[in-house]
């Protein structure tokens, strides 16, 4: 997929990420992206859209929650198959 994206942080900051994968459990939409682009070993991370129906952009947040976390890590992992996703 390898979509990028550019994020906001709490700080205002701008950060390119890069969309690796997404996926949309119980009505919420999660994505996978990545700082870089094609490295071997990147930090990835899991975002989902906290946006409402009013909001004109989606809304990303991290996913903290270690559960949901390890729930969706495992979905990644299986929408990724040649891709080892270690938590």
Same mark, same amino acid.
């Given at each position: 997929?390898?979509?990028?994206?550019? %994020?906001?942080?709490?700080e205002g =900051?701008?950060?390119?990420?890069?969309v690796v994968e997404e996926t949309r459990i119980n009505n919420v939409n999660y994505i996978l992206v990545t700082e870089e682009g094609d490295e071997e070993e990147e930090i990835a991370h899991i975002l989902k859209d906290v946006s409402?129906? =009013?909001?004109?952009?989606?809304?990303?947040?991290?996913?903290?929650?270690?559960?949901? %976390?390890?729930y969706i890590g495992r979905i990644f992992s299986e929408l %990724?198959?040649?891709?080892?996703?270690?938590?």
């Amino acid at each position: 997929m390898e979509e990028k994206i550019v %994020l906001t942080d709490d700080e205002g =900051n701008e950060v390119e990420m890069y969309v690796v994968e997404e996926t949309r459990i119980n009505n919420v939409n999660y994505i996978l992206v990545t700082e870089e682009g094609d490295e071997e070993e990147e930090i990835a991370h899991i975002l989902k859209d906290v946006s409402d129906e =009013n909001d004109e952009e989606a809304i990303y947040e991290m996913v903290e929650d270690d559960s949901e %976390l390890d729930y969706i890590g495992r979905i990644f992992s299986e929408l %990724l198959e040649d891709i080892d996703i270690e938590r």
